[in-house]
Nanobody
């Protein structure tokens, strides 16, 4: 499975952004898909996950209440909608997939999100 995140860019505080993760290869129904982020000088943290088949989502404190993860099985795509963005949300956002939870068997190249104050 190969993953490629896209959609990052520069956004003002309070703005919104939608990231996409394109997956190629076979996505097993039991796979979990996840969005992670890593800010400069900080460890990578989990933003949220979605089960590929059931569509169940789990969100973490870092952006809970301001994000929504969805997937399009027909297009092999996973999305991360982010709202009310803050400067501290500035990070490289990456998607991951795998059987385990949180997922980590396959990783995609991240996309940079910069939130200006």
């Amino acid at each position: 499975v190969q993953l490629q995140a896209s959609g990052g860019g520069l956004v003002q505080t309070g703005g919104s952004l939608r990231l996409s993760c394109a997956a190629s290869g076979r996505i097993a129904s039991r796979y979990n898909m996840g969005w992670f982020r890593q800010a400069p000088g900080k460890e990578r943290e989990l933003v949220g996950t979605i089960n590929w088949n059931a569509g169940n989502t789990v969100y973490f404190d870092s952006m809970k209440g301001r994000t929504s993860i969805s997937r399009d099985i027909a297009k092999n795509m996973v999305y991360l909608e982010m709202n009310s963005l803050k400067p501290e949300d500035t990070a490289v956002y990456s998607c991951a997939a795998g059987i385990s939870w949180p997922p980590g068997d396959f990783w995609g190249q991240g996309t940079l999100v910069t939130v200006s104050s």
